[in-house]
């Protein structure tokens, strides 16, 4: 089994920042994308950002020069930094990561954390 274990979120002010961080553990032979997406109340899951094995990063046009997502290859984990936050940015934040689990199995599997709640409020 694999597990995303995310953390970092919380309550902050508009025009503050935060860092998430998630971890992937458990049967992994590779990670392909890692990414982290986000649902407000009423809403949609929609992507914030995402970065592939290499480092090439994509970014929600509403969160471009605000966020930035970063990885670590060699631990599993990928973060988000926040700058600039705005309270349109509230949501729980999730992380995924497309893990191949097998050495003979060559298929990449979806996964995703159990989310953390951001807040950006005065």
């Known amino acids: 089994q694999v597990q995303l274990v995310e953390s970092g979120g919380g309550l902050v002010q508009p025009g503050g920042s935060l860092r998430l961080s998630c971890a992937a553990s458990?049967?992994?032979?590779?990670?392909?994308?890692m990414g982290w997406y986000r649902q407000a109340p009423g809403k949609q899951r929609e992507l914030v950002a995402t970065?592939?094995?290499?480092?090439?990063?994509n970014y929600a046009e509403s969160v471009k020069e605000r966020f930035t997502i970063s990885r670590d290859n060699a631990k599993n984990t990928v973060g988000l930094q926040m700058n600039s936050l705005k309270p349109e940015d509230t949501a729980v934040y999730y992380c995924?990561?497309?893990?191949?689990?097998?050495?003979?199995?060559?298929?990449?599997?979806?996964?995703w954390g159990q989310g953390t709640q951001v807040t950006v409020s005065s």
């Open positions: 970065i592939t094995s290499g480092g090439t990063t």
């Open positions: 458990g049967s992994i032979i590779s990670i392909n994308d």
């Open positions: 995924n990561a497309d893990v191949r689990r097998s050495l003979w199995n060559r298929n990449y599997y979806a996964y």
